[in-house]
């Protein structure tokens, strides 16, 4: 089955700067890649997401890049904010009606 | 926004016993879903379900059960319980096509 690998475990940033995120993964039919943000002692919730059919995906500070043929993306946050503390979780899946795989997770700390 | 609420929220129970986790999501989606959230192994998936009456096994079924009553209802249940299920777990559901996932807030199980 698919796997999801988390490169960073812990990131840590000075606010203003830019953090990246990469996961690479292992199924070649995999088309589908969300990120879920998990702020401390809360749950998750779905902060973007990116399908194989583009390469770059860019909401407001986030960014999401795939690289289908190193079968790796990754997430780039620009002027990372205090708020943007928090762990971050890639996933996988292969599409609609689908179940996603979640890398393990990167712990991001915003230092002022 | 979705809905997804789980109870209970902490449970602490002895090895060997039994522990029933609920969730019910109030947005009308027909899948939902039980995961596990461990240190280093991020978000494992064990049971999920596409409607009322429907179950699909997961990444890590073993030692669960799981039924789907009716739409809004999923629960886990862990007849003979082991310290290797304590854990965070979490409940989800999504709409059909399975794709953006609405977490509820997590029900914290120690087996000592």
């Known amino acids: 089955g698919e796997k999801v690998e988390q490169h960073e475990s812990t990131l840590s940033v000075r606010e203003g700067d830019s953090a990246v995120i990469n996961c690479t993964y292992t199924d070649t039919a995999s088309s589908y890649f969300p990120w879920y943000k998990q702020e401390a002692g809360k749950s998750l919730h779905f902060v973007i997401d990116i399908r194989s059919n583009v390469d770059r995906k860019q909401s407001q500070r986030l960014t999401v890049l795939l690289d289908k043929k190193a079968k790796r993306f990754s997430l780039h946050i620009t002027a990372t904010q205090p708020e943007d503390s928090a762990i971050y979780f890639c996933?996988?899946?292969?599409?609609?009606?689908?179940?996603?795989?979640f890398g393990a997770g990167t712990r991001l700390a915003v230092c002022p | 926004e979705a809905a997804v609420t789980q109870s209970p929220r902490n449970k602490v129970t002895v090895t060997g016993g039994n522990v029933t986790l609920s969730c019910r999501q109030t947005n009308s989606h027909n899948y939902m879903y039980w995961y596990r959230q461990d240190t280093g192994h991020g978000l494992r998936l064990i049971h999920y379900?596409?409607?009322?009456?429907?179950?699909q096994i997961g990444d890590v079924p073993d030692g669960y059960k799981a039924t789907r009553t009716t739409q809004e209802d999923f629960f886990l249940l862990l007849e003979l319980a082991s310290p290797s299920q304590t854990s965070l777990y979490f409940c989800?559901?999504?709409?059909?096509?399975?794709?953006?996932?609405?977490f509820g807030e997590g029900s914290r199980l120690i087996v000592v």
């Open positions: 996933a996988a899946s292969r599409g609609s009606f689908n179940k996603l795989t």
């Open positions: 989800a559901s999504s709409d059909s096509s399975g794709n953006t996932l609405y």
């Open positions: 379900s596409y409607g009322a009456g429907n179950l």
